[in-house]
């Protein structure tokens, strides 16, 4: 858990409500450098700035609410991943966290791959110039047209889902006269939230072709007969916001065992494997995420032992991180609108967006930070709920933070580590215009997604 279900600190009011937070922090003008992208700093003046810009004035010039991306860290981000891999591994971005044009160029040009879930996503992802051959498409229910564009485009690899997909695929690529390089996504039986994960002998979900019960070995069986596939290798892809590499342990070792299974029944050694994403990110301080490098490290070691255990040829490794690369590049900015004290419990604070741009808070429950970043203040800790605008009791952004006293109408409230399930899992509840997202860099800013207009809405209403 990352944080406590009850306060781990000290009491500082004898009034504080049960709840998942912990004691405020010792200075609420301070910015923990662990959750916000790394050219955020408060300056002189108590305004907060990011690529050298004050979110007064971006609020300003874009309006809130609005999502800020820190181009520099998104980069930064992107490198570290793919220095940590090296050329003999693949790193492709999870474009679900969050794609557009802007996103897939800088992904081009610092080298990484694209993880793709959709004929959307593959669209932009082809306008934007990434090339075919480095997108890998995804998902459990591609339909024949999907299919048909990624064949035709040349993606480099389809990951196969089920059994009628390796018929479907197979079937399209002989039809354009190609032969698809595919993975088939198997499904190891491991289940990761966080600190923990659990191994069950079947799991109870939509995704991949299972192991346990031979099913996995069966795909695979039937992919290397057929003339239009080429299989590359097996997938696994075990959760979402990690820090124990134990389940990643576990499934390298069932999907290294289905490699060797393969070998002996078929005499051949696949060369890749594809281990997914999911790595964590911090949300709060108290999140400890590990570094590419440490993550790099960790899953070659396990891999190439395993691989030895087994007596193969170590594969090349792919992994497809989504969070790990956008999630702390950008903040919302919000701005503050109501206040109500409730007594004995907390004060709800009430922002201009909500869940509509960040469901994550009513969907699972997740944890984020907030700040004042439009000025300081010595004003004591309140135990604060940061809301949105929406008709919906549920539509809460922050549940427990600590806000100075003195927060107020008018102030700017920025909320961390909202780069990746937030913009792309946006919503028009109660027609709400989704936010805008503008990258940040040195100084200068522009929009790379624009905000939506009433007149975008009338625009699909056409009754
Ligand atoms: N690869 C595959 C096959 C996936 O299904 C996913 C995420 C990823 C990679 C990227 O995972 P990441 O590194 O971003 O955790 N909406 C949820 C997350 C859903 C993730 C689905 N698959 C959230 O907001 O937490």
Redesign the pocket.
Known sequence: MSRSAHPAGPRHADVLPEGHYTAPPADLNALDAKVWSRTVQRGEDGVVTVGGMEVTRLAEEFGTPAYFLDEADFRARCRAWADAFGPDADV?Y?G??FLSRAVVRWLTEEGLNL?V?SGGELATALDAGMPAERIAF?GNNKSQEEIERAVSAGVGRI?LDSFQEIVRVAHVAQAQGRRQRVQI?VTVGVEAHTHEFIATAHEDQK?GIGLADGQAAEAVRRALKLDGLELIGI?S?IG??IFDMAGFEVSARRVVQLLAQVRDEHGVELPEIDL????GIAYTSEDDPREPHDIAKALREIVTRECEAAKLRTPRISV?????IV?PSAFTLYRVGTIKPLHGLRTYVSVDGGMSDNI?TA??D?EYSVALVSRTSDAAPMLSRVVGKHCESGDIVVKDAFLPADVAPGDLLAVPATG??CRS?ASNYNHALRPPVVAVKNGRARVIVRRETEEDLLRLDVG
């Not at 997914?276 to 790595?279: A, D, I, S, T, W």
Request: net charge positive.
């Open positions: 492709f999870a679900k966290a993880d879930c995804h990951v996504r995704f997938h892809h979402s916001q997914g994403g999911g790595l497809e991180p989504g969070r790990a999630g994550r969907l699972y997740a990746a399930y899992m």
